[in-house]
């Protein structure tokens, strides 16, 4: 099952006066990497959210956004009575103690916890987490729905593309066996008009070590036998029950070399144009295997 690297997922939760909402987005990577904007209390939480995510990522640069909203009717800052209350009975004991007169209440409104400004602090965090966590799973799986669907077309292209190298390893397969005669005709005529003037003419076994030399050079047997190979085995990892986007890399990078070699080695026009089309076939391969996990 191909998974594209490429995804988005998202999840919203109300839980009392809090809204939860988790955005998940994806693309290709090398490795794991893992960019989280959260509220300042879920610095501790990283570890986990990252282990969290791993459980169904394994390579991708993932960016993951946590929003923690108070509803409309509390979403103003409000004053903390309780802690307000608080300073002012231990400020009216020290004033009384010092005999000096007690502040107006207004000058204890900027000391720490006396306004609730809506932001989340690391306790709240951690009552919350189940909730962030159960969002952020369910913003994993509506991804890897979307990566599922994605890896599905791609798989469908790359089965066209295979498609094509095959049919033009047939032709190289074809034509294969004609290069050394052409060439034998080629040399035996090109000889003996050079030699007309001579009246002299090349003897068989003088051609035939010739042409013996020229085979060696340009045998692609072995070429055509690895690059079949290799087309049987993408093909496999290309419907493997997991991703394999790192074997699928190495194999196009395996395809591309054998092509190359073929092309090189081989000195006949219609070869050439064949190893030209399967090399476009394995780059079209490479730049979709690039988003493959």
Request: charged residues 25%; proline residues 2%; glycine residues 4%.
């Amino acid at each position: 099952m191909l998974l594209s690297m490429t995804g988005f997922g998202e999840a919203r939760e109300q839980a009392g006066d809090v809204v939860c909402r988790v955005e998940l987005r994806s693309v290709n990577n090398r490795h794991f990497k893992l960019s989280l904007r959260s509220p300042d209390g879920f610095a501790h939480l990283e570890n986990d959210i990252e282990r969290l995510l791993r459980e169904t990522i394994s390579r991708g640069s993932v960016s993951l956004a946590i929003r923690l909203e108070r509803s409309a009717n509390t979403n103003s800052p409000q004053i903390n009575q309780t802690v307000l209350s608080s300073y002012w009975k231990q400020l009216q004991a020290v004033s009384q103690l010092l005999g000096t007169e007690t502040p107006a209440i207004g000058a204890l409104l900027t000391l720490p916890a006396v306004i609730d400004d809506g932001r989340f602090d690391t306790e709240t965090v951690q009552q919350l987490w189940p909730i962030v966590e159960r969002n952020i799973r369910e913003s994993a799986m509506r991804m890897g729905e979307f990566r599922q669907r994605e890896g599905v077309a791609m798989a469908t292209e790359m089965h066209v593309q295979c498609k094509a190298i095959t049919a033009q390893v047939d032709r190289i397969a074809d034509f294969s066996p004609q290069v050394i005669v052409e060439y034998r005709e080629k040399l035996l005529q090109r000889v003996n008009d050079l030699m007309k003037d001579l009246d002299s003419r090349m003897g068989p076994s003088d051609v035939l070590r010739e042409v013996a030399l020229f085979a060696d050079r340009c045998d692609i047997t072995e070429e055509i036998t690895r690059l079949r190979s290799h087309l049987s085995q993408f093909l496999k990892l290309l419907d493997d029950t997991t991703s394999q986007g790192r074997k699928l890399d190495f194999m196009c990078q395996e395809l591309f070399r054998e092509v190359n070699t073929i092309g090189s080695k081989a000195n006949h026009v219609e070869i050439s144009h064949a190893a030209v089309e399967a090399k476009v076939a394995v780059e079209r391969m490479r730049e979709i295997v690039q988003n493959v996990e």
